[in-house]
């Protein structure tokens, strides 16, 4: 029996078109593997109307997607990717204490046993990709030792000086502020008058 034959059944009986709409509602069809084998049975057999009735059931709508399931991706950080796959830690971008030994020892060990040693250390214990100068506050080397010794006293000193402050001197300041500044607006006046 084809679908077409059904749907000839439905027009005739409306009591058994109501049950077989409300039943195609209930499908949800919104993709083509729902269908299974139909689809691909009536493109062989030449059955137009049966492919064309399974294409009219399926959502039109683009934005519904194919039933799936959910994969829970949980966040690997580089911390435990390094541990699993027993990786020693990434290489430091700029120097820190160990970096100058450790390129005392990469040296040694190339003046000892050529490059493959000094690879074979690099890769056990990285040093760090860039060594910039340090004691030259921020500056190119060769610029801040092209300073005069009066000129590098008035540069900024390294360290940040985080200001200790709270919102209740936050406040106490503003208040203060508005309160000097309604004084000031006022002061003109009162002169004015006088």
């Keep these: 029996m ?22 195609l509602d209930k499908a949800q069809l919104i993709n083509e593997i729902q269908l299974g084998n139909q689809l691909g049975h009536a493109v062989e057999q030449g059955r137009r109307s049966d492919f064309a009735l399974m294409l009219a059931l399926l959502s039109p709508d683009f934005l519904e997607n194919t ?47 050529g490059l493959a040693s000094c690879r074979l250390m690099d890769g056990l214990q990285p040093i760090a990709l860039t060594f910039p100068p340090q004691d030259t506050k921020g500056m190119p080397e060769e610029l801040y030792h092209n300073l005069s010794g009066h000129e590098r006293r008035k540069l900024p000193p390294t360290e940040i000086i985080v200001p200790e402050s709270s919102p209740q001197r936050l406040y106490g300041a503003l208040v203060q502020a508005k309160r000097f500044a309604e004084m000031q607006a006022q002061a003109p006046q009162i002169y004015a008058t006088a």
């Design 2 to 23: 084809r679908l077409t034959d059904n749907i000839t059944e439905f027009i005739i009986n409306p009591v058994i078109f109501m049950t077989a709409v409300h039943t």
């Design 67 to 113: 039933p799936v399931d959910h994969i829970d991706n949980k966040p690997v950080t580089d911390s435990q990717l390094r541990g699993y796959f027993e990786l020693q830690d990434s290489r430091p971008l700029t120097t820190s204490e160990f970096c100058y030994e450790r390129g005392a020892v990469q040296a040694e060990a190339f003046h000892q046993g």
